[in-house]
T-cell receptor
Framework: DGGITQSPKYLFRKEGQNVTLSCEQN?????MYWYRQDPGQGLRLIYY???????QKGDIAEGYSVSREKKESFPLTVTSAQKNPTAFYLC?????????????FGPGTRLTVT | GENVEQHPSTLSVQEGDSAVIKCTYS??????FPWYKQELGKRPQLIID?????GEKKDQRIAVTLNKTAKHFSLHITETQPEDSAVYFC????????????FGRGTSLIVHP
């Protein structure tokens, strides 16, 4: 069953704790992305990676970190430095194409920090 | 960088009416324009896309038009049905750089039976 998965679906943490969100894909896509979704804000890019062991900051990278040790996996860590971490987080993947290509999204993780 | 504006933020229509969502972009080098539909509690999914060498594309009840000169593109849904109710996102990406799409803020479409 091909696709992109995220776990867990819901995550609750206390303020001051780091938390890692999982993202795995078996689509053999080179590119992977993390977005944050807040009501009325659309999809804001946190980090992206186009090749293993390399990643780039997006528009709202502060307080987040990522790694890309395997092509299939792109975990996101929400650190205690992120001032407002409660949000819906979406992972996506795509082929790398000079003409642009469809992004395939995971089901998302809803993080609540209290 | 690219900036994408999407309007309206909310659109309410009666079943059977047409719905139009409009987006403008700033980077004239952008050449790929996808539209995603996100139903409540679900992941966004591509419903239609258009490239800059095409002015219009149709797929059953949905169509997208692109005006490169004015730098805007629109999603048209005809004969709307309650299952069309969702949030729709437009995006624009360019070959000049990282191919990363820039998304609009989304339009919440509500189709009343």
């Amino acid at each position: 069953d091909g696709g992109i998965t995220q776990s867990p679906k819901y995550l609750f943490r206390k303020e001051g704790q780091n938390v890692t969100l999982s993202c795995e894909q078996n689509l053999n896509h080179d590119a992977m992305y993390w977005y944050r979704q807040d009501p009325g804000q659309g999809l804001r890019l946190i980090y992206y990676s186009q090749i293993v062991n390399d990643f780039q900051k997006g528009d709202i990278a502060e307080g987040y970190s990522v790694s890309r040790e395997k092509k299939e996996s792109f975990p996101l860590t929400v650190t205690s430095a992120q001032k407002n971490p409660t949000a819906f987080y979406l992972c996506a993947s795509s082929v790398l194409s000079a003409g642009g290509s469809e992004q395939y999204f995971g089901p998302g993780t809803r993080l609540t920090v209290t | 960088g690219e900036n994408v504006e999407q309007h309206p933020s909310t659109l309410s229509v009666q079943e059977g009416d047409s719905a139009v969502i409009k987006c403008t972009y700033s980077d004239s080098a952008s050449n790929y324009f996808p539209w995603y539909k996100q139903e409540l509690g679900k992941r966004p999914q591509l419903i239609i896309d258009i490239r800059s060498n095409v002015g219009e594309k149709k797929d059953q009840r949905i169509a997208v038009t692109l005006n490169k000169t004015a730098k805007h593109f629109s999603l048209h849904i005809t004969e709307t049905q309650p299952e069309d109710s969702a949030v729709y996102f437009c995006a624009a990406s360019t070959t000049g750089g990282s191919y990363i799409p820039t998304f609009g803020r989304g339009t919440s479409l509500i189709v009343h039976p």
